[in-house]
T-cell receptor
């Protein structure tokens, strides 16, 4: 099946630092979604992207849909302790009603 | 709160028993998805419904798994003769497709432990 490569797998940062993570695929996607998951909970939608080149912000979060349609990145500015969690990218193929495919996640730890 | 609701939150069962999970989607959403997630992995697609029609099933969904959405509202996922490998978080999500743009909203999941 389709695979999304998400990097880095994990990162440790100081509070106040900016964070960048990305997701790549060998296939073209027509939708990229970014989610955050806390332990024992379901993923929570952060940002949705539908057009190549689209740049969308949600508070301190910014995500972009890559021009090639095979990648996306998520930036978090001025990190705070509650940013701790696992961030997942998810993509949807353009071929009709296909389900979302998820990456393996980036585990973010913030050191106060 | 009108988010996606899943019940139970946790289920512990013995190998060989049957279990059933319930999902109540966001009321105006017409699509409902089931995903499974194991530790250290992203969610993996199992099956989805558009209204009451089950449109796609993953090869991960063995014949011991069955899902229903009888009236196009809530859905149930049943696992028969559970195995230890079925231990995972089972996630339900719903969506409303507008102009081919889709956003999935997830519930809190059902954590299944098979002993």
């Amino acid at each position: 099946g389709q695979q999304l490569n998400q990097s880095p797998q994990s990162m440790f940062i100081q509070e106040g630092e900016d964070v960048s993570m990305n997701c790549t695929s060998s296939s073209i996607f027509n939708t990229w979604l970014w989610y955050k998951q806390d332990p024992g909970e379901g993923p929570v939608l952060l940002i949705a992207l539908y057009k190549a080149g689209e740049l969308t912000s949600n508070g301190r979060l910014t995500a972009q849909f890559g021009i090639t349609r095979k990648d996306s990145f998520l930036n978090i500015s001025a990190s705070i302790p509650s940013d701790v969690g696992i961030y997942f990218c998810a993509g949807q193929l353009p071929s009709g009603n296909t389900p979302l495919v998820f990456g393996k996640g980036t585990r973010l730890s913030v050191i106060a | 709160d009108t988010g996606v609701s899943q019940d139970p939150r946790h289920k512990i069962t013995k190998r060989g028993q049957n279990v059933t999970f319930r999902c109540d989607p966001i009321s105006e959403h017409n699509r409902l998805y089931w995903y499974r997630q194991t530790l250290g992995q992203g969610p993996e697609f199992l099956t989805y419904f558009q209204n009451e029609a089950q449109l796609e099933k993953s090869r991960l969904l063995s014949d011991r798994f069955s899902a229903e959405r009888p009236k196009g509202s809530f859905s149930t996922l049943e696992i028969q003769r559970t195995e230890q490998g079925d231990s995972a978080m089972y996630l339900c999500a719903s969506s409303l497709v507008i102009a081919q743009n889709e956003k999935l909203f997830f519930g809190s999941g059902t954590q299944l432990s098979v002993l």
